[in-house]
């Protein structure tokens, strides 16, 4: 199984300011990773996947990065709705795995 | 416009059965897998498995095998998670989601959730 490790799991930002999220997978993963945001009592909202596809309806200021084993998603300018939880999920091998999410919080 | 529809929320007793939702909608269903997932209380996501409504072959995540049964009813574009023995540690919220292809295995589609509780 693919373990898949997120950091921090909480950041503090400003709003306004630009965020930085990691995951990093236990093995190669290629480009295949997504990742998603949750807010409190919502499902999980697909942002981005191929490691930096954005989804339909995602914001410009959100970007993914990365491949192999090392990812990040990047908030640009970061809006008062975007301090939420943010997951990043592998799709290389089965079973499929997501990793414990990083919080990103109002500093 | 696609949408995911899951049943409401289920209070429940340790030992007794149960099987939720997940209709969907705006799509062809049988063309999509559908995928489950558990969010445990102030918890992440964790994979469970997916069906595929055309011809109901399934894949289970090993840590859950053999806890839960996945199936569907395609005339009713309806996918189905059961359990036949619910124990306290069930509790979560379980969200079904459309699976944007075999193999680039990523859930473009989510349904609403289904909270689970399960209390003597």
């Known amino acids: 199984e693919i373990v898949m490790t997120q950091s921090p799991a909480t950041l503090s930002v400003s709003p306004g300011e630009r965020a930085t999220l990691s995951c990093r997978a236990s093995q190669n993963i290629n480009y295949n990773l997504a990742w998603y945001q949750q807010k409190p009592g919502q499902a999980p909202r697909l942002l981005i996947h191929g490691a930096s596809t954005r989804a339909t309806g995602t914001p410009a200021r959100f970007s993914g990065s990365g491949s192999e084993t090392e990812f990040t998603l990047t908030i640009s300018s970061l809006q008062s709705e975007d301090f939420t939880v943010y997951y990043c999920?592998?799709?290389?091998?089965?079973?499929?795995?997501f990793g414990g999410g990083t919080k990103v919080e109002v500093k | 416009e696609v949408q995911l529809v899951q049943s409401g929320t289920e209070v429940k007793k340790p030992g007794e059965s149960l099987k939720i939702s997940c209709k969907g909608s705006g799509y062809i269903f049988t063309k999509f897998w559908i995928a489950w997932m558990r969010q445990m209380p102030g918890k992440g996501l964790e994979w469970m498995g997916i069906i595929y409504p055309g011809d109901s072959d399934t894949r289970y995540s090993p840590s859950f095998q053999g806890q839960v049964t996945m199936s569907v009813d395609k005339s009713i574009d309806t996918a189905y998670l059961q359990w036949t023995s619910l124990k306290a540690s069930d509790t979560a919220v379980f969200y079904c989601?459309?699976?944007?292809?075999?193999?680039?295995?990523?859930?473009?589609?989510w349904g609403q959730g289904t909270l689970v509780t399960v209390s003597s």
């Open positions: 989601a459309r699976l944007f292809l075999y193999g680039d295995s990523y859930f473009d589609y």
């Open positions: 999920q592998q799709y290389s091998n089965w079973p499929l795995t």
